[in-house]
């Protein structure tokens, strides 16, 4: 159709984005929101006035754990005058300054919860959709061309279940109930999890309670927050250059500078991992080693089971006396609304990519925000450039691979997963996948064109973090502000701090790129070496 109706589910960050997509592609977007504000988890409510309390929440102290280099939209940056890392507020106040100046809004009803998502009588010709969605004038049903759904992972808490469990007379809860630590004041509080929420939380209630444990089942993985020299950490492992690099390289300088700061094994942090798989987080909280080494954090083991007034092991330790256990494992991704898509025998997770559902016959379902970022980059340019992808496949300007192509993309990526983690947790690499879906749609800046055509820019976009910007230099709707964002990359970094009427200046001394280049030709001349010896 000439210009199709597309039915986008939430207005969070995926949302707001699939909003402005479909604008730049001459589309009617319209987006549902079950609450009364844009935002989805960044909109801050107390435990007593949610309504929906097992959906992920921010809670009081939180900031982004990666800097403010990486955070955003493409066509948004930051304002300069931010701290490098962003508060809670100025989040939700960003999403709301973005909806404001594109315009967003007014296509969004509020209020408005989706019930079901379901293919039209004439699915098979048409590709179309119907939503059946509920307000206060009661049940309607629309009709759309297309369809994304951008509610993401974060929908349905999840809460493990151990034996002894019901027999356990303290609280029980999961992170997604967490809003600050004044209710765990002068208590023994059990925090369960590896991720970046349980190392946030943990360290926060542990400033209040008389002791805070942490227990992981698959080992704790810990990434420094503050880099070289005081720079953000992720600023340096997120330059162009080292994301050029084997992976492995990336693995190895972020357990390098952790090594210069901690050991884990002299913190009791080295817990070996259960089946000997890995875990699947990280956490990115410096101040988390702070309260290990004053001991008002204890690692613990994987639980085994409950008692009636506290904890056993897997190794045989107790703790007695709890007061609280909060369970930060993670959500499950549910959409109930749209249970009646998929065929028996498949999994939600069977999406080409992590958005296209490969069993479908059209690909006008489109999933936004059902991944997990792995370190470094932000889930909310992830989503923004999953909403373009979508976009530009359904404006006819990219085409997708063929079916078998697309499954077996889908069967190697989750092989891949069971081998490392032991299942499939739809993790990505966020640079790597952003540019694979740059690349798609047109919008990955060639680096030897660049160096043609404006080395300043070339070298810049090499020794500078992956902002966001990047992917607004060629391609369908670029910007020509995009050049100058790059530019200042490192120079916006400190805005907000006290240093920020004096010239701020990044060295190549400073990030350690002169060793880090060093270090890289020297192990390239070895494998050379050793190829031709061999």
Not at 20 to 30: I, S
Not at 402 to 411: F, G, N, Y
Request: aromatic residues 12%; glycine residues 8%.
């Amino acid at each position: 159709m000439d210009r199709k109706r597309v039915g986008i589910v939430g207005a969070g960050a995926g949302g707001l984005a699939a909003i402005k997509a479909c604008l730049e592609e001459g589309f009617t977007p319209v987006a549902f929101e079950r609450t009364d504000q844009l935002g989805g988890i960044w909109v801050y409510r107390d435990i007593s006035q949610t309504e929906y309390p097992e959906a992920a929440a921010v809670y009081n102290c939180l900031k982004t754990n990666g800097s403010k280099a990486f955070f955003g939209f493409t066509d948004f940056p930051c304002p300069k005058e931010w701290t490098p890392f962003v508060s809670r507020q100025n989040c939700l106040e960003y999403f709301q300054d973005y909806a404001t100046k594109f315009d967003l809004s007014q296509y969004i009803r509020f209020n408005t919860e989706v019930s079901t998502v379901y293919p039209t009588d004439d699915y098979e010709t048409t590709g179309r959709w119907r939503i059946r969605i509920r307000s206060d004038g009661g049940y309607c049903e629309e009709l759309f061309d297309a369809v994304m759904i951008c509610t993401g992972v974060h929908s349905r808490a999840n809460l493990p279940r151990y034996p002894g469990q019901d027999i356990f007379k303290g609280e029980i809860s999961t992170g997604s109930t967490y809003r600050e630590n004044t209710k765990y004041s002068d208590q023994k509080v059990l925090v369960v999890g590896g991720g970046i929420s349980a190392g946030d939380i943990a360290t926060d209630i542990s400033n209040a309670s008389k002791q805070t444990y942490i227990s992981s089942r698959n080992g704790l993985s810990i990434t420094p927050v503050i880099g070289p020299n005081g720079w953000p950490f992720d600023s340096f492992i997120g330059m162009r250059l080292i994301q050029l690099l084997p992976a492995w390289i990336e693995t190895y300088l972020i357990r390098r500078e952790s090594y210069k700061k901690f050991r884990c094994e002299h913190l009791g942090l080295n817990i070996p991992s259960e089946n000997g798989v890995r875990s699947t987080g990280a956490i990115l909280n410096d101040n988390f080693i702070n309260q290990v080494l004053s001991g008002n954090i204890l690692p613990k083991p994987s639980i085994r089971n409950f008692t009636d007034t506290g904890v056993v092991f897997q190794d045989g330790s107790t703790v007695e006396d709890l007061d609280a256990v909060m369970f930060c494992t993670g959500y499950h991704s549910q959409i109930p609304f749209a249970a009646e898509i998929f065929i028996s025998g498949t999994s939600d997770a069977d999406r080409y990519s992590l958005v296209f559902p490969v069993q479908l016959k059209h690909s006008t379902l489109a999933y936004i925000g059902f991944f997990r970022t792995a370190t470094i980059g932000s889930p909310i340019t992830v989503m923004e450039m999953q909403t373009r992808w979508v976009a530009q496949v359904w404006s006819g300007n990219c085409m997708l691979p063929s079916i078998p192509e697309m499954l077996t993309d889908v069967e190697e990526r989750q092989r891949a997963e069971r081998s490392r983690y032991g299942r499939v947790i739809c993790q990505v690499d966020a640079v790597r996948y952003m540019d694979n879906i740059a690349t798609k749609i047109g919008c990955y800046p060639s680096l030897a064109s660049l160096f043609v055509s404006d080395p300043r820019l070339a070298a810049r976009v090499i020794f500078s973090p992956v902002v966001p910007a990047t992917y607004r230099l060629v391609g369908p709707h670029r910007l020509e502000d995009a050049r100058d964002v790059i530019l200042t990359s490192w120079s916006t970094i400190f805005g907000g701090m006290p240093l920020e009427n004096q010239q701020v200046k990044c060295t190549m001394w400073d990030l350690g790129m002169t060793k880090l280049c060093v270090f890289i030709i020297t192990l390239m001349i070895t494998l050379t070496l050793s190829i031709t010896l061999w």
